[in-house]
């Protein structure tokens, strides 16, 4: 059985704390890097309740989308849409990404999703896209291996190609309009594709055989993210914020607590592998860093850790 590994996609650091929450978030520079399906699954199971009413309300809303696109009214379609996704993320807060972590970056994703929805919606190209997906998946094809249900190959990777196309062209062009400038910040476009790669990934994971798995986590690029990991060693820390105990793994700089959904500083300062001397550790330490003094890029949290 495969068990999937998260690897930090900016420092390359396995995720080794235990997380409660969808989004993987490294426990070593504090990047947003991947998400859980299964946890993902296990909130919208989460009640019963929640999501029948999610549900009853997402088709009402749906339903007054479809009306504005058939009349043509891009103006109510974004109205509906900015709806959706705010009952959307108010019914499921742990689906909210952890980097829209402020009111004023709330409403500025909102604006990004309802928006994103209506180019999309009103673009031929798109809508001819969506249908082909919708087909291609109904048309997956089911056999029996021993006693387990799996999809046939050719079917399913027919799928798997049209999907990785679509949405590499999807990201792309959503990422260099200059409207969504701020989206590199909030939900940057590397993380955002493997994360959509991720969620087929396992999603479609448990109805493939061994050999046509093998074949999609190469062809996705996650072969290496499959495998056994061992527990590093480390120290234990409060969180800045709401005072919790946090796991410190070493060589970590920041750690992400899943109580409060904000980042603690381990380290604060570092220094320079050239010149030894003390820098500041940025917001972001998984990135090469100049050092103030030298220049000579520094690297904080070394890849071969994953």
């Known amino acids: ?3 999937k590994k998260f690897s930090c996609i900016t420092c390359g650091g396995p995720k080794v704390n235990e997380y409660v929450l969808p989004y993987i978030m ?3 520079c504090g990047s947003f890097t991947d998400i859980d399906f ?3 699954m296990e909130k919208w199971n989460e009640s019963a309740l929640n999501t029948i009413n999610y549900q ?6 749906m339903n007054q989308s479809q009306q504005a696109l058939a009349q043509g009214d891009k103006k109510r379609y974004y109205s509906h849409q900015w709806e959706y996704w705010d009952f959307y993320y108010h019914s499921f807060p742990a689906y909210l990404p952890p980097t829209i972590d402020a ?3 709330y409403r500025l994703y909102l604006a990004f999703c309802a928006e994103s929805s209506t180019d ?3 673009d031929l190209k798109w809508q001819q896209y969506n249908a082909r997906q919708q087909q291609l998946q109904a048309g997956v094809r089911y056999v029996m291996n021993g006693f387990e249900r799996k999809a046939e190959s050719t079917s399913f990777f027919a799928l798997a190609e049209f999907f990785t196309q679509i949405m590499k062209e ?3 062009s959503f990422y ?6 701020i989206m590199h910040e909030l939900l940057p476009e590397t993380v955002h594709l493997k994360m959509k790669m991720s969620m087929f990934v396992q999603a479609w994971l448990p109805y493939l055989t061994d050999g046509d798995a093998d074949k999609l986590l190469k062809m996705l690029g996650f072969s290496n993210e499959y495998v056994e990991m061992e527990r590093p060693q480390g120290h234990m820390i409060e969180c800045s914020a709401c005072k919790a105990t946090l796991f410190a793994p070493e060589g970590s700089y920041r750690v992400f607590c899943e109580k409060c959904r904000k980042s603690t500083s381990v380290k604060s300062i570092f220094y320079c592998m050239s010149c030894g001397s003390p820098n500041n550790v940025p917001n972001n330490p998984g990135r090469p860093i100049d050092c103030e003094r030298c220049g000579v890029v520094n690297r904080l949290v070394r890849p071969l850790l994953g």
């Open 56 to 61: 009853f309300r997402k088709v009402q809303l």
């Open 176 to 181: 260099e309009d200059p409207r969504y400038a």
């Open 1 to 3: 059985m495969r068990i």
């Open 38 to 40: 299964s946890v993902g």
């Open 120 to 122: 999309s919606a009103f």
């Open 170 to 172: 999807g990201m792309c």
């Open 26 to 28: 490294c426990d070593f």
């Open 103 to 105: 009111p004023e970056k």
